[in-house]
T-cell receptor, first 113, second 111 residues
Framework: EDQVTQSPEALRLQEGESSSLNCSYT??????LFWYRQDPGKGPEFLFT???AGEEKEKERLKATLTKKESFLHITAPKPEDSATYLC??????????????FGKGTKLTVNP | NAGVTQTPKFQVLKTGQSMTLQCAQD?????MYWYRQDPGMGLRLIYY???????DKGEVPNGYNVSRLNKREFSLRLESAAPSQTSVYFC??????????FGNGTRLTVT
């Protein structure tokens, strides 16, 4: 069964304290991995797409990396405005040839000033 | 550029009542989706429409129906609401296999 597991479920950091969020997956036929940010009361907002192992993407204090089994979202010197829930989603090809998107349950990040 | 617009933002229903959640996108996307998000469960796919004129069941379709009215609009109907359908509902759209664009959700409470 295709699965996406995010860890930790929640993470508290002090402003400036760098860390990483993990997204591990077991899917057949990976077609892409997506990272989203979700603020309270809002819909998820797209951050990055990664397609192949070794690929990296950066945006401001965020850097996403991908291996054959997991992806990391590295947060460098976070600020309170980085507080949000971060979601990972994997696009996989099914046995029938169609494609589906599987979401993890998210990591809730809190950055204290 | 509005993106994905959902109405209403909030709704309270009594058990057995019906309602339709509306979704419209202005990005000329071909695929549209309805998800529900519950604490500890993550996002779960209810129904999707890969293109105008087609709809398919997702992971949790029971108790729901959908209509792809045209390329822009995709509605979700609850025929007889149940407390188990209390949730936050998100509509999303995308072009082929590009990232999903989400609306800001409808918060539904069924008493």
């Amino acid at each position: 069964e295709d699965q996406v597991t995010q860890s930790p479920e929640a993470l508290r950091l002090q402003e400036g304290e760098s860390s990483s969020l993990n997204c591990s997956y077991t899917v057949s036929g990976l077609r892409g991995l997506f990272w989203y940010r979700q603020d309270p009361g809002k819909g998820p907002e797209f951050l990055f797409t990664l397609y192949s192992a070794g690929e990296e993407k950066e945006k401001e204090r965020l850097k996403a990396t991908l291996t054959k089994k997991e992806s990391f979202l590295h947060i460098t010197a976070p600020k309170p405005e980085d507080s949000a829930t971060y979601l990972c989603a994997v696009q996989a090809r099914t046995q029938g040839g169609s494609e589906k998107l599987v979401f993890g349950k998210g990591t809730k990040l809190t950055v204290n000033p | 550029n509005a993106g994905v617009t959902q109405t209403p933002k909030f709704q309270v229903l009594k058990t057995g009542q019906s309602m339709t959640l509306q979704c419209a996108q202005d990005m000329n996307h071909n695929s549209m989706y309805w998800y529900r998000q519950d604490p500890g469960m993550g996002l779960r796919l209810i129904y999707y429409s890969a293109s105008e004129g087609t709809t398919d069941k997702g992971e949790v379709p029971n108790g729901y129906n959908v209509s792809r009215l045209n390329k822009r609009e995709f509605s979700l109907r609850l025929e007889s609401a149940a407390p188990s359908q209390t949730s936050v509902y998100f509509c999303a759209s995308r072009l082929s296999n590009s990232p999903l664009h989400f609306g800001n959700g409808t918060r539904l409470t069924v008493t």
